[in-house]
Every structure is written in structure tokens, then in C-alpha cells.
């Protein structure tokens, strides 16, 4: 059974940096979610586990970086240039089968889930 754990959130000054980290045993695509209070939760960023094609939402694109280490099974969210919009609790999701990567920010697509881990980002 696949269990997801992610550590690395904390509050940060606009314009700072943070990096989530994801503790998964298998996979077949991670992705980043992320809920802000009185929000819905977005998808932030994906990757296809082994092939590596990455995906972003376009309010992170060219600030955030998503990344796998796949000896330590772990999947990271580097986050730089970081705003006040991105205060969140940011979530690591799994699934286990292939599917197509337009659909990438799908949130039932995801069979598993961390427990999140918050970023808050004050200005």
C-alpha cells in the first residue's frame, strides 16, 4: 500500500524559498496539490515517474521545479520567488497506473494522499 508523507512546509517572507519533500514507495505519477482557505485544491505540478515529463500550473510556472530522487523514493517541490497566493497546505498525491498527462492535475485520478503539509508566505 502506497503511504505518502510530506515535511518541508513553513512560513516564509515573500520572495523566499521553500522545498517540500514526499515520502512515497511506489508510483507510476506524483503530483502537487495545493488548498488555501475558502479555496478549492489546484493542482500545482506533476511528473511521470521514470520518464520524467513534468507539468505546472501557470501560476507557478518559472518558480516552481518538481523533481524525484528514485533511489530515496522521494519527490520534491522546490518553490523560489515564493507570494502571499501561494499560502496553502500543499498535499503529495500518487497513482498507480498510467494516464495521459493532459489530465494531470485530475484530483480523482490520485488513489493516495499525504496528510499536507503547510506553506504560508507573508508579505
Known amino acids: 500500500q502506497v503511504q505518502l508523507m510530506e515535511s518541508g512546509g513553513g512560513s516564509v517572507q515573500a520572495g523566499g524559498s521553500l522545498r517540500l519533500s514526499c515520502a512515497a514507495s511506489?508510483?507510476?505519477?506524483m503530483a502537487w496539490f495545493r488548498q488555501a482557505p475558502g479555496k478549492e485544491r489546484e493542482g500545482v505540478a506533476s511528473?511521470?515517474?521514470?520518464?520524467?515529463?513534468?507539468y505546472y500550473a501557470d501560476s507557478v510556472k518559472g518558480r516552481f521545479t518538481i523533481s524525484q530522487d528514485n533511489a530515496k523514493n522521494t519527490l520534491y517541490l522546490q518553490m523560489n520567488s515564493l507570494k502571499p497566493e501561494d499560502t496553502a497546505m500543499y498535499y503529495c498525491?500518487?497513482?498507480?497506473?498510467?494516464?495521459?498527462?493532459?489530465?494531470?492535475?485530475?484530483?480523482?485520478?490520485?488513489?493516495?494522499w499525504g496528510q499536507g503539509t503547510q506553506v504560508t508566505v507573508s508579505s
Open positions: 498525491a500518487a497513482a498507480n497506473f498510467y494516464f495521459s498527462g493532459a489530465y494531470w492535475a485530475s484530483e480523482w485520478r490520485y488513489k493516495y
Open positions: 511528473i511521470r515517474s521514470g520518464v520524467g515529463t513534468t
Open positions: 511506489e508510483y507510476t505519477r
